[in-house]
Antibody, heavy 122, light 108 residues
Framework: ELQLVESGGGLVQPGGSLRLSCAAS????????MAWVRQAPGKGLEWVANIRQDGGETYSLDSVKGRFTISRDNAKNSLFLQMSSLRAEDTALYYCARVWSYGAGDYGMDVWGLGTTVTVSS | EIVLTQSPGTLSLSPGEGATLSCRASQSVGRNYLAWYQQKPGQPPRLLMY???SRANGIPDRFSGSASGTDFTLTISRLEPEDFAVYYCQHYANSPWTFGQGTNVEFK
């Protein structure tokens, strides 16, 4: 069964740090781009970051550059999001998602975890 | 950054009716590099469409997508009870990937 399970969320003070993890199973993790997407309470979806199969290429939202780092450990089938200098506006449910390549530049985030909640508050 | 604007914000419909959801991009999204997702309360998003008009694996054929320039449409031909949800468009033409603000398809 294809599965992504996020962990590591919690309550953190502004300026603090958290490391989110996403454990993948049921597919060959090392052959897929992966992504983090977040959803603030009662709001829409916001893409946060992507990482290539070998970890050698990453992209991220401007508002998190310099604060968040996406990484992966293919040997452990795991995706990470290191978050620092957290702000109230980073409060959200954070999903990890598998990025499926359909070829010719087409992609879709086709497998999602249930998310882990990050709350930034004093 | 490509801004995606979805309309309407809310669609109030009954089962069996058709639904037309729109997504307008602020600039070209390349070769229709646009996806649609469905999200139900308390659940993660579900991929419906990619390439604007190709259905993802397991998506029923009552869902269809189309494109005209920077205007994209998701059509649900006959609403089933399980189709009442929020729908998001999302582009992947370049970074940053962005989502529209969503259209809520609710029971009338």
């Amino acid at each position: 069964e294809l599965q992504l399970v996020e962990s590591g969320g919690g309550l953190v003070q502004p300026g603090g740090s958290l490391r989110l993890s996403c454990a993948a199973s049921g597919f060959t993790f090392s052959t897929y781009w992966m992504a983090w997407v977040r959803q603030a309470p009662g709001k829409g979806l916001e893409w946060v970051a992507n990482i290539r199969q070998d970890g050698g290429e990453t992209y991220s939202l401007d508002s998190v550059k310099g604060r968040f780092t996406i990484s992966r450990d293919n040997a452990k089938n795991s995706l990470f999001l290191q978050m620092s200098s957290l702000r109230a506006e980073d409060t959200a449910l954070y999903y990890c998602a598998r990025v499926w390549s359909y070829g010719a530049g087409d992609y879709g985030m086709d497998v999602w975890g249930l998310g882990t909640t990050v709350t930034v508050s004093s | 950054e490509i801004v995606l604007t979805q309309s309407p914000g809310t669609l109030s419909l009954s089962p069996g009716e058709g639904a037309t959801l729109s997504c307008r991009a602020s600039q070209s999204v390349g070769r229709n590099y646009l996806a649609w997702y469905q999200q139900k309360p308390g659940q993660p998003p579900r991929l419906l469409m990619y390439g604007a008009s190709s259905r993802a694996n397991g998506i029923p054929d009552r869902f269809s997508g189309s494109a005209s320039g920077t205007d994209f449409t998701l059509t649900i031909s006959r609403l089933e009870p399980e189709d009442f949800a929020v729908y998001y468009c999302q582009h992947y033409a370049n970074s940053p990937w962005t989502f529209g603000q969503g259209t809520n398809v609710e029971f009338k």
